[in-house]
Every structure is written in structure tokens, then in C-alpha cells.
């Protein structure tokens, strides 16, 4: 029985409890560095495999020899091991986009998982609950949500606003059955966070940091650069007391930053889920979206600051993270998402299916086609298109209110999108 679901509340430890979820937070980290040391030595001198059932046993001897692991409950650190475990798997997997598993850092996040054997939750009232952690006690929470299903796995971890718990639920949901509802296509942008084809109007994400977080964002990160360089200097690199407060500063309003986005993120996907019995969007590639600009010595980029500057950008629109999103939310809610090939979406009249660049010049937000004299915005002609072509691919049964091009050649594989050619008449 499979965790199927998430659920993440915020919780609040008493300051023992805080500090002891720090340690046990920097030891899991720890123990995740030595065991992947110890796994990539293995394999480099004597071309074993080392997996975490045997991993465990040596586990064990360590929690009697050294006392910082001693103090790390035993199931934490068996999670851990089994954590690599699967960190190994999505990297053997050639399906899977996962890369070889990397050491963390002393800034990485701090997070204790746990089984779901080994917690044990009681709700309190209507908005709080309990949670019991091996060698911990009872840790209050604020259940903002039912659980809602049997508790397959938890993990305690700490951000800029503080710690949560994090618990993966088993509900047993099926999928739903095809809602019948109609189509579109949805184009997701950096002026125009999402243009959906049925709307007439662009969705724009609100501003994630007011001017005036923005402006202390800058003074912070300026504050901390003089700090870390005053500490590099004079104090050995060791941080002080204030470049942690400053430090904290910061995360707590980059954290703000990533919650204002992930809420907007989650109520896109989920009213696309809802209200569309077929979502179309395009298959972008994001790491190729976002490459750098800066070049190599020998041979420079251009305008690297303002490639930076739309990276961030399309970073802060989280595309990726949409699509993941939709991909489960569409079969809760009886939809069909299909990713389409995005070459020439832009560059293609929805009206007549005409390809030609000179009908969206220098990439402004009006499109007028040169073939048929159609206007209409830019990104609403690509939902457009993008909702044609999920129609094609993935939708014909769905009842369509637009007219398929009828010049169309669809992309396959890299190769470029073309107007198909006409017969030769003979002369």
C-alpha cells in the first residue's frame, strides 16, 4: 500500500524540540554523505554494489561507536539509506530525468524522514493535531486539512518560515471518469503566465515580493556579501552570529517568494484540471530554455545579463512544475492532458494553419498572418494552436468548436513544422 498523496502542515516545536530536530537534521545529512561516500568508493575500487539492506548492518555498529548517530532514531536513518536506494534506481533508470546522486550541503534544507510505522498522529481539536516521533514526543501541528488516509511515510523538515511535517497518505482514490467538459489549450509564457484558448484575457501571476520585500531582499543580499566578506577575511570563514540573522532574513523572504508562487502554480492546475476535459500544452524543454548565455572565454557571450534576467524569469513561471502538477490533477478530475510539439506555435495562424515568421515580428505581442490577414494576441493564437494539435494527438473525441486547419504538417521528432508543399502541375 502506496503513498498516493501528500499532505504538509505547518508544525511548532517546543525549543528543546527545535533543537534536537537541528541536530537530528544536520546528522541525516551527514549520514547521507557517508553512505553515498561510502557507495561511490565501493563501486570505484572494487565494482561493488552496496545497497541499503547491508548498508543497515553497518549502520547499526556505527549507532553504537559513534554517539551523534547513536542519537538519530534508527528509524530516520534506515529511511535515509532507503532514500538512496531510490536516488540510485531514478538515476539506473533511463526513463527517469534524475542525475547520479550528489552530496548535501551545510545549507541544504534540514529534513528527518520517518516510516509510516513509526509516527503516530491524534487530533486534537478542529486545528490541531499531535504527531508522536520516535525519541521526540508529541509534536503539535496545525491541521489546516484532514488527512484523509492511512499514513504511509513522514518526513519533518525546516524552511524560512519554520519547520512543517510532511505526511505521504495513502487514500485509495481511482481515477475519474472522462467529465466530459471542453478543450483548450494553454500557452504559458513570461509577459502572460498562462493564456488559456478559451479565455479572452491572459492569467498573470501576481508579483511574488512587493517593492518594498524587493528592496529588502537587495539590502540583505548586499549586507551579507560585505558579511562573508568581512568573515573570510578576518574570522577564518566562520560565520557570525549576525551573517546567520542575515542569512535567515533572507530565506525567510525567498520562502515567501516560493509559497506566493506555488499557491498561484497550484490554483492554475487545478481550476485547468476542473473546468477542461482535454489540456493541451507544449512539451518544452526547460533546461534548454534556460541555458546561459555567458559563453566560454575564448568565445563570449552577448547580452548575458538580459538572458539572466529571462531565465529568472521563466524559472519564477515554473513551467516544468505546472505540467507535473497537471499530470495528476487530470486524472483526478477525469481530464486528458496532452503535451504537444511547441515548434512554429507561435509563428503558426490559428485560422488558416499558415507558417511564416513575418506574421509575429520581433516577437511582439500582436499576430497578424500574412497569408490570410487574421489578428489576434500573440499567445491567445498559440493556445490556439497548441489546442489544435492536442486535438489531433491525443482528443479527437472531444467535441471541438473550432475548425481544424486544414494545412497542417505536424512536428515529429526536431524536425522543423512546414506548410506542406503543393503538387507540381504539369505545364
Known amino acids: ?171 485509495g482514490r481511482k481515477p475519474d471518469a472522462p467529465n466530459g467538459k471542453p478543450a483548450c489549450g494553454v500557452d504559458f509564457g513570461v509577459a502572460a503566465s498562462a493564456f488559456v484558448s478559451t479565455e479572452t484575457t491572459p492569467r498573470l501571476m501576481p508579483q511574488t515580493l512587493t517593492a518594498n520585500e524587493k528592496k529588502r531582499l537587495k539590502a540583505l543580499e548586499q549586507r551579507k556579501a560585505r558579511q562573508f566578506t568581512y568573515a573570510k577575511k578576518h574570522n577564518g570563514e566562520k560565520y557570525s552570529n549576525r551573517l546567520r540573522a542575515t542569512i535567515a532574513q533572507i530565506a525567510t523572504l525567498t520562502t515567501r517568494r516560493a509559497n506566493r508562487r506555488r499557491d498561484f502554480t497550484h490554483k492554475l492546475t487545478t481550476d485547468l484540471a476542473k473546468n477542461h476535459g482535454l489540456i493541451g500544452i507544449e512539451d518544452l524543454c526547460v533546461k534548454n530554455m534556460s541555458k546561459s548565455a555567458k559563453g566560454t572565454a575564448e568565445e563570449p557571450g552577448k547580452n548575458v545579463r538580459q538572458k539572466a534576467g529571462l531565465n529568472r524569469s521563466v524559472f519564477d513561471n515554473a513551467p516544468g512544475e505546472r505540467r507535473r502538477q497537471l499530470e495528476y490533477k487530470a486524472r483526478s478530475y477525469g481530464s486528458v492532458l496532452v503535451a504537444v510539439p511547441p515548434f512554429h506555435t507561435s509563428q503558426t495562424c490559428a485560422a488558416c494553419g499558415q507558417v511564416d515568421a513575418e506574421s509575429r515580428k520581433g516577437c511582439g505581442r500582436l499576430f497578424a498572418c500574412t497569408h490570410c490577414g487574421h489578428e489576434d494576441d500573440a499567445d491567445h493564437n498559440a493556445s490556439v494552436e497548441i489546442e489544435a494539435r492536442a486535438r489531433r494527438t491525443g482528443g479527437s473525441d472531444i467535441n471541438s468548436t473550432r475548425s481544424t486547419p486544414r494545412v497542417r504538417v505536424p512536428a515529429t521528432g526536431r524536425r522543423r513544422m512546414r506548410e506542406a508543399p503543393k503538387p507540381a502541375h504539369a505545364s
Request: hydrophobic share 35%; net charge positive; with cysteine.
Open 1 to 171: 500500500m502506496k503513498a498516493d498523496a501528500g499532505r504538509r502542515y505547518r508544525a511548532y516545536p517546543t525549543k528543546v524540540q527545535d533543537e534536537i530536530l537541528t541536530g537530528w537534521g544536520h546528522t541525516a545529512r551527514a549520514l547521507w554523505n557517508v553512505a553515498l561516500e561510502q557507495r561511490v568508493y565501493l563501486w570505484e575500487q572494487r565494482r561493488y554494489t552496496l545497497r541499503s539492506a547491508e548498508q543497515c548492518k553497518h549502520l547499526t555498529a556505527a549507532r553504537t561507536d559513534l554517539d551523534w548517530i547513536g542519537d538519530l532514531p534508527a528509524q530516520a536513518g534506515q529511511q535515509i539509506l532507503r532514500s538512496l536506494d531510490r536516488a540510485y534506481d531514478n538515476f539506473w533508470n533511463p526513463g527517469h530525468p534524475a542525475g547520479f546522486p550528489v552530496r548535501k550541503k551545510r545549507g541544504h534544507r534540514l529534513s528527518v524522514p520517518f516510516p509510516g510505522q513509526a509516527v503516530e498522529v491524534r487530533k486534537l481539536n478542529r486545528k490541531w493535531a499531535e504527531v508522536r516521533l520516535p525519541k521526540l514526543g508529541w509534536l503539535r501541528f496545525r491541521l489546516s486539512r484532514a488527512i484523509g488516509g492511512t499514513i504511509r511515510n513522514a518526513t519533518v523538515s525546516r524552511d524560512g518560515n519554520g519547520w512543517h511535517i510532511s505526511l505521504g497518505v495513502h487514500t
